[in-house]
Each structure stands twice: as C-alpha cells, then as structure tokens.
C-alpha cells in the first residue's frame, strides 16, 4: 500500500490533459477572435544621397574611414528619406524612412541597417514599421531583403520582410522601390 502522501498517477494524468486542454483552447479562441492580417505594401524611398550638399537627407554620423558609399568599416550614417506613392518624384509623400545604417563589413560590401518607415498620410497615418538587416553595397537593380521587426499603430506586433531595390540614381538622389509583405493582428 502506497503512503497516504503520494498523489496517484490518475490524479497527474487528469492535472496534464486538463492544461493541454486549456491552452489548446486559448490558442484556438485567440487566433479565431483576432486572425492575422496579410498585407503586401509598395512605396518608394526618394533619397538625396551622401555628399549631394545642405539638401542630403543621408548624413555621416561618424566618419571613420572615406568610402563612397559610406559603408566603410566602422562609419555610421544616419538618414530621413521620403516615402512617396510612386517612383515619380513629385508623387504624393505618404511617410518617411528614418533610421541609420553602420559600416559592419570590413570589405566595405555591406552595411547594417535600423530604421522606422514612419507613415504620416493615408491608410497607415500614425503608424510605423521597425525594420532591420544587412544592406549590400551592390550595382543598382541588385534586390536584397531585412527583417520586419515590428511596428506601431495599425502595424502593433507585426513581423514580415521587406524587399529593396534601388532603381534610379543621379548624382545627388538615389530612389529605392520597396515592397513590405507583413503579418499583423
């Protein structure tokens, strides 16, 4: 006979599939109440670029080595660009991009970047997504991807990835489409 002490092994057994129960019931109940919303958003990173004079919305922060592209190795930059609605440069301003981007590579081919695409008109007014990667130093038309790290407003709790390719440059702009796929409640 077992000690008056010892529970039985019915007693853990009912205690472990009652919280599997339960959770499998707060997991359900929260998705069906609150689904995921999908989005895919495109806009346009218009860019006065480093050096193009007192206009540049790319600026050194710390300059510890020239590089043209600014990504020289150990270099910080920091940055407020226009999000427009189309490639056109006159298109409607529908946000910001602001952030800063460090020269992580000591082959000076890429940078780390961190920043918020604020938006400020539209939809998403008031909202904002975090976003964060490796930004290569690359020939124009080049696509690279960063992480969708978050978000406020409309966009509280988001994850997803955003895909970036420059596709026009003139001495002094630089323009970038970039294609948000992102995963919200």
Do not use: C
């Amino acid at each position: 006979m077992a000690p008056a002490s010892a529970p039985s092994n019915s007693f853990f057994l009912l205690l472990l599939f009652s919280v599997a129960l339960l959770a499998s019931v707060d997991a359900f109940s929260s998705r069906s109440i609150f689904p995921d919303v999908y989005l895919h958003l495109r806009f346009y990173n218009h860019e006065r670029v480093l050096g193009s004079g007192p206009d540049a919305t790319v600026v050194y922060a710390v300059e510890r080595r020239t590089s043209t592209s600014g990504a020289g190795f150990g270099n910080v930059i920091v940055y407020d660009n226009l999000l427009r609605e189309s490639v056109d440069p006159d298109s409607p301003i529908i946000g910001r991009n602001q952030g800063m981007g460090v020269g992580s590579s000591t082959a000076e081919d890429s940078g780390l970047t961190n920043f918020q695409l604020v938006f400020t008109a539209g939809e998403y007014d008031g909202s904002s997504l975090a976003v964060q990667g490796l930004f290569p130093v690359a020939p124009l038309g080049t696509l690279f991807e960063r992480a969708i790290t978050g978000g406020t407003g409309r966009f509280r709790s988001a994850r997803g990835y955003l895909l970036t390719r420059e596709i026009r440059s003139t001495n002094t702009t630089l323009t970038a489409q970039l294609d948000a796929y992102v995963t919200f409640r």
